[in-house]
Structure formats: structure tokens, C-alpha cells
């Protein structure tokens, strides 16, 4: 099989190639210089080119702040670009995994979301990664649409890497306590997206670290697990004062994930255990 992964240059896309190069699948890594995918000539150029059997979308716009003000570039890319591949991988025959997210979700309530839940998204973000989802359902047969959440990994920015950023010139800081998640391991999706794409068992579905947190209460655990002494101060929502609305609840139902014989990711601690020892490694090597 192969396999063509947009958005390399993130932490998802990044870790997705490792993972597939690991098992020794015929790859193919994709950014925005080799395919922008919201050229949809482009697009149907390098597809064609690649002739791949699959591919994992992970290249995205996800400034969910700075979409407020950009809308019209994050539709660009989420949903042009997100219609664009799917064009082409219907006009091929291949099979497409689409990466979403719990902001698809209003997060209102206290239960986890389950794959068909109703969709509301609040945030310009979080609309057009549903309509790349509707996108996806309209043109293909054969697609996956994975909903991830609070994602972390060692290529890219991320709310890790940020604490302990701030920690170095901080001693105190304000984190949200009233959001509601799981900090979920890039490497952890990406060995549950391999698995994925080798089957045919379509379908949306939701990945996240097993275990339930507040922003606050992940930021507690960065600072333990890295040894730093920061006060963090737990803050409401409205105190803190994004620019975009965010999701109070974004808690996700794995079950179909087991029903459909895949396995559910590990915890949200251990994944940051190892991902902590994988940026230390890097640092050390750089």
C-alpha cells in the first residue's frame, strides 16, 4: 500500500510518516511547497503523479484564535483544501483519512461526544472543519474522519511546549480550569492511524488519550513531570478572555474505536511521560 500524508510539517503529519516508514509502507510526505492543497490543480497534478492508495489528511489550518480574523483563509484550507483531496481521491479510487476535532462540538453538557452526535460548531475553526467533513462525506465512499483533541507532539507548536516556554521567563501563571479534554500523544494517533488505514472499516470516529483533565490540571502535570516549581493559577474561561470561542466539554466516546477492533490510546499521563523524554532526547541532540 501507498500512502500519501499531507501536512508533514506538523506534529501529526510528522509523526504519521515516521510511524508508517516504521512499518516500512511506501510513504509519501507532503507540505504545502510540494502540494498547497488549496490549488486544487495541484493537488489533482501530484495525485496523479503519486498514484497513492490512501491518504491521511493531516495539513490543516488550526490558528483557532487567528481564524476569527482570517476566515477566509482558514475556509481555504480547511474546506477548499479538504475538497480538493477528496476530489481527487474520489477521481482515483483511494481511500482518505480526514482529521477533525472535538470543535466540531459545542461543549455544552458533561457526557462524552459520540461519533454521531449532533455538530455545532461556536468558533469560525470549528465550522469549517465540519464543513470539511461534509466536504469528505459528499464526495467518498471510502474515508475515515478521525475527530482528535488536544494534540501534542515533538514537530510543531503545542500547549506543552508553550508551558515550559513560559516558565522559563514566569513564575506564576493563569491556565483555564473550566475546559474539559484529553491532551492526546501525536505518536500515540499516529500508530492508531497506520492501523486505519489499512482496513476498510470507514466510518467517523474519535481518538484521544485515555483519562479526562482541565488545561489547569495538564499544566500541573507538565511542570511535575519536567521538575519545574511554577505557581499555576486556575482561571475561568471568560477570566482568561480568547479571542474565539472554545469548547468547555470536549470530552470524546472512543467505544467505536473497540467495536471496530482497534486499540484505545494510552493514557494522557504516560503519553506525556514519553513526550517530555522525546523533546528532552531532541534537545539534547540538537
Not at 64 to 70: C, I, K, R
Not at 105 to 121: K, N
Not at 190 to 216: N, P, Q
Amino acid at each position: 500500500m501507498k500512502v500519501l500524508v499531507t501536512g508533514v510539517g506538523g506534529q501529526l503529519g510528522h509523526d504519521v510518516v515516521k510511524e508508517l516508514v516504521r512499518r516500512g509502507m511506501e510513504t509519501v510526505g507532503t507540505d504545502s511547497s510540494r502540494m498547497d492543497v488549496t490549488d486544487g490543480e495541484r493537488v489533482a497534478r501530484v495525485m496523479e503523479e503519486e498514484k497513492p492508495d490512501a491518504v491521511i489528511h493531516c495539513a490543516a489550518y488550526t490558528a483557532v484564535d487567528a481564524a476569527e480574523d482570517n476566515e477566509m483563509l482558514c475556509r481555504k484550507v480547511n474546506v477548499d483544501g479538504t475538497r480538493n483531496l477528496a476530489t481527487a481521491c474520489k477521481r482515483q479510487g483511494c481511500k482518505m483519512i480526514y482529521i477533525s476535532t472535538d470543535y466540531v462540538f459545542d461543549g455544552t453538557g458533561e457526557r462524552p461526544w459520540e461519533p454521531g452526535d449532533v455538530c455545532h460548531p461556536i468558533s469560525v475553526y470549528g465550522c469549517s472543519k465540519y464543513e470539511g467533513e461534509l466536504a469528505v462525506q459528499e464526495l467518498l465512499e471510502k474515508y475515515f474522519i478521525v475527530r482528535v483533541t488536544w494534540t501534542f507532539g515533538v514537530n510543531g507548536k503545542n500547549f506543552v511546549k508553550t508551558m515550559l516556554r513560559l516558565a522559563r521567563d514566569h513564575e506564576t501563571l493563569r491556565v483555564v480550569n473550566d475546559q474539559f479534554g484529553s491532551p492526546t500523544y501525536t505518536a500515540d494517533l499516529a500508530v492508531l492511524l497506520a492501523d486505519m488505514v489499512s482496513t476498510d472499516k470507514y466510518g467517523i470516529y474519535h481518538a484521544a488519550s485515555e483519562g479526562i483533565c482541565s488545561w489547569y490540571e495538564f499544566a500541573c502535570a507538565i511542570f511535575k513531570e519536567s521538575g519545574l516549581s511554577v505557581q499555576v493559577l486556575p482561571v475561568t474561561t471568560a477570566e482568561y478572555g480568547a479571542r474565539a470561542a472554545r469548547p468547555a466539554n470536549s470530552r470524546l466516546s472512543k467505544e467505536k474505536l473497540v467495536e471496530n477492533g482497534f486499540g484505545k490510546l494510552p493514557s494522557w499521563q504516560d503519553g506525556l511521560e514519553r513526550y517530555l523524554e522525546e523533546i528532552q532526547t531532541v534537545s539534547d541532540q540538537e
